[in-house]
Nanobody, 124 residues
C-alpha cells in the first residue's frame, strides 16, 4: 500500500527552526520527485519545495528561498524539509506529495499521492 507520512511539525517561536520528515512506503522512492506543500486556514494549498528523484535538482517558492532546504535519503525512504528563520506566515499544515512522472512543477496538479499533513505553528 502506497503511503506518505509526514512528521516533525509543532509549535515554534518566530526565528526558530523545524525539520519535517516525509516517510514513503509502497513504491520506489528513488523513481519519483517529491514535493512539499503547505496550506494555511482559508488559503489555497501552496507549493513550497520540490526535489528530483536523486536530489540533483531542487526548487523553492520565492517565499522560502534561503530559509528552507529540501533533501532526501532514498536508502531511508525519507524526504526532509529543514525550515529555518520561521515566521508567522509560515504557519499551516505541511504536506508531502509524490510527483507524477515527468512533472517538474510546484503546482498541486502535478502530484498524485499525498500524505495526511503535519501542523506547523509559528507564534510567540
Amino acid at each position: 500500500q502506497l503511503q506518505l507520512v509526514e512528521s516533525g511539525g509543532g509549535l515554534v517561536q518566530p526565528g526558530g527552526s523545524l525539520r519535517l520528515s516525509c516517510s514513503a512506503s509502497g513504491f520506489r522512492l528513488d523513481s519519483y520527485a517529491i514535493g512539499w506543500f503547505r496550506q494555511a486556514p482559508g488559503k489555497e494549498r501552496e507549493g513550497v519545495s520540490r526535489i528530483s528523484n536523486w536530489g540533483a535538482r531542487t526548487d523553492y517558492a520565492d517565499s522560502v528561498k534561503g530559509r528552507f532546504t529540501i533533501s532526501r535519503d532514498n536508502a531511508k525512504n525519507t524526504v526532509y524539509l529543514q525550515m529555518n528563520s520561521l515566521q508567522p506566515e509560515d504557519t499551516g499544515v505541511y504536506y508531502c506529495a509524490r510527483a507524477r512522472l515527468g512533472q517538474i512543477t510546484l503546482r498541486a496538479a502535478g502530484y498524485d499521492y499525498w500524505g495526511q499533513g503535519t501542523q506547523v505553528t509559528v507564534s510567540s
